[in-house]
């Protein structure tokens, strides 16, 4: 129970999130790599908080899942919406705006 | 030890509402305008969300004047109350009701306001055409501004890390929404915000685990605590610049500097234009705020190690906004790309790291604020069959057609330039006489060069306007309603008087740049 093995974990997760964001194409999957990103800083936040014996990390993990939320019912919306006019929730297909 | 922690009673928190009332304020009007949605009819709706709005952020900026001189911490350290925090809240709502006063024009459109009648209806769908032939508008935009507001009040305020990852999200969640909303041109403005919101959920997780890392680091998120911790303690380097780098990277997003900037000509040319407007000022006010407070309150102890990331960053800023906009057709990119420059200028204020520093930052936003609302406005008003006329080649001739609207351009354009008698003069005077004072000669150098590169795109666009003949079946420059005339009345006076006599405007910056730690 090394507090320190869940940070390296953590750290882990955010790089998988972070490759995933640049390297996926379909929106939802890149959703969830963002997602899985600030999860990730949860655990840091637990474990960090375990680490110093305070309970300031402990209680931002609440708030950031409630942001989280937010988040999700925002993105879903825009992609929904985009799929739905374009019959696609490709990152390259959105490739309108250019010079 | 967690178990010590469990132990000790939780103490209710002590809130002081008068010093945190702007914000209330407005996140109230917020909620009062969800409200209006469920139970006001249809017709009522929309004069109902106008006088909430308007009333909302004159009361709040009120109450912000009524604020001035405070210094203190609130809500346990989570909010600074202090002379930036007041002087930016001002900022961001000034900014915000001439910006409304945009979002309010029906008569440029002849189909209504800048938004779509229903923006669940499909583009093109005859579903779209039968609410737009009812004159239906989507008056949600009122409350998701408000709470946009709300957050930009709460942003350059916040003490901590937790609350200024909170009013990020406050700030940049509504602003998703908006970008998506236009009447015109639909699809991009759908894919406007689809890049953004991926972006900006992106970058926000960069700024949260970056929040991680100093937590870890100093065992507390409140910028005093890292400030402490950073002076008292030596080591563990590598959390204290990871998470200086995240949360750098976060910021640096938000405001829209290189390599961070991507998102911005996509946005600005997809957004509904008075939204391009509204977050073309407010977010840029809001984000160098908060990006001012982490570096100069928490993290400024270790300045030694961040500003020569923030002397690369600030450069290829100015360089990378100069030469884009330089190639840019379209009038609303070209403005996107001038706002990046822009934020190259305002990094030279974070970089000095003084009291002149801060100061002439918040002059800066403040001045740059006006400018760009009032470009944006003036963009809005030349329009062809298919709505906005954004590509600059039918921008020729303007000065033939409208001699007004084009020589309000060209004040806007000037003062973006930074020419003498323009507040765009003053606000780079300030802000780079404050670099050269804190020894970062070089970077002004780089600056000014990068100044006087700009202003040859803007002075093309005068020249367009005033030296070449206006095509024949160019774009008219319809007549707005009162809304927009006050809005651009407002935004050339506060260009020309902060250019002609700045001194009052720079004593009241003088007095308020002072950080409460």
């Not at chain 1, 869940?6 to 379909?26: E, Q």
């Not at chain 1, 990103?37 to 375990?50: K, P, S």
């Not at chain 2, 004069?47 to 004047?65: K, M, N, P, S």
């Not at chain 2, 509204?278 to 102890?301: D, H, I």
Request: glycine residues 8%; proline residues 4%.
């Amino acid at each position: 129970m090394n507090p320190t093995d869940y940070v390296i974990l953590a750290a882990i997760l955010f790089t998988i999130g972070t490759v995933g964001v640049l390297i996926r194409r379909n929106a939802i999957v890149v959703f969830m790599c963002v997602e899985l990103m600030l999860n990730a800083a949860n655990l840091a936040f637990v474990a960090f908080a375990r680490q110093s014996g305070t309970l300031d990390g402990q209680a931002i993990a609440f708030f950031v899942m409630v942001v989280a939320a937010c988040e999700v019912v925002v993105g879903l919306a825009i992609i929904v919406t985009v799929f739905r006019s374009r019959r696609s929730a490709s990152l390259d297909d959105a490739n309108l705006l250019r010079n | 030890m967690s178990l010590v922690a469990l132990a000790t009673p939780i103490v209710a928190p002590t809130i002081e509402y008068a010093r945190i009332a702007p914000v209330l304020i407005v996140l109230g009007a917020a909620l009062l305008g969800v409200l209006i949605e469920a139970f006001v009819s249809r017709p009522l709706r929309r004069g109902a969300q106008l006088f909430v709005t308007f009333i909302a952020l004159a009361v709040a900026f009120w109450a912000v004047v009524r604020l001035h001189g405070t210094s203190t911490l609130a809500v346990q350290g989570a909010v600074a109350i202090d002379g930036p925090t007041l002087f930016l809240q001002g900022s961001v709502l000034l900014l915000s009701l001439v910006a409304a006063l945009l979002m309010a024009e029906r008569e440029v459109d002849p189909a209504g306001d800048a938004f779509a009648a229903r923006a669940s209806a499909l583009p093109g769908s005859n579903e779209e055409r039968e609410f737009t032939a009812m004159g239906w508008t989507q008056t949600e935009v009122w409350p998701l501004f408000l709470f946009s507001v709300g957050g930009m009040l709460l942003f350059p305020a916040a003490n901590d890390l937790l609350t200024m990852f909170v009013a990020l999200e406050v700030l940049s969640l509504p602003l998703y929404l908006l970008a998506g909303m236009a009447r015109r041109r639909r699809l991009l403005s759908q894919e406007a915000a689809l890049k953004y919101f991926v972006l900006g959920a992106f970058s926000s997780a960069f700024f949260l685990f970056g929040a991680a890392l100093l937590y870890g680091f100093a065992g507390t998120v409140q910028f005093g605590g890292i400030a402490s911790a950073l002076s008292s303690r030596a080591g563990q380097t590598g959390l204290v610049l990871g998470g200086t780098g995240l949360i750098a990277v976060g910021l640096l997003f938000k405001v829209g500097a290189a390599p961070f900037h991507q998102w911005t000509p996509d946005v600005y040319q997809g957004s509904p234009t008075p939204i391009t407007a509204f977050m073309a000022a407010g977010t840029k006010v809001a984000a160098f705020g908060a990006l001012l407070r982490v570096f100069y309150v928490a993290l400024g102890g270790i300045r030694w190690d961040w500003r020569p990331m923030m002397w690369t960053i600030a450069i290829l800023t100015m360089v990378v906004g100069v030469v884009m906009a330089l190639t840019q057709q379209d009038i609303k990119r070209m403005l996107a790309y001038s706002s990046v420059a822009h934020a190259g200028f305002l990094l030279t204020g974070v970089i000095a790291v003084s009291q002149r520093g801060l100061g002439g930052s918040m002059f800066y936003l403040l001045t740059y604020g006006f400018t760009v609302i009032g470009a944006f406005a003036v963009v809005s008003l030349v329009r062809d069959s298919a709505g906005e006329a954004t590509h600059l080649s039918q921008w020729a001739g303007l000065g033939k057609r409208s001699p007004l609207l084009a020589g309000i351009f060209t004040v806007f354009l000037l003062a973006m330039a930074g020419i003498p008698l323009t507040s765009g003069f003053a606000g780079k005077f300030a802000i780079f006489a404050s670099a050269v004072a804190s020894g970062d000669g070089p970077l002004v150098v780089v600056a000014v060069l990068a100044s006087a590169a700009a202003a040859f795109f803007y002075i093309r666009v005068i020249v367009l306007m005033f030296f070449s003949e206006p095509a024949q079946d160019g774009p008219v420059v319809v007549v707005p309603s009162a809304f927009t005339t006050i809005a651009l009345a407002v935004c050339v006076a506060v260009t020309v008087v902060l250019g002609v006599m700045p001194q009052p405007v720079l004593n009241l910056v003088d007095q308020a740049s002072v950080f409460v730690r």
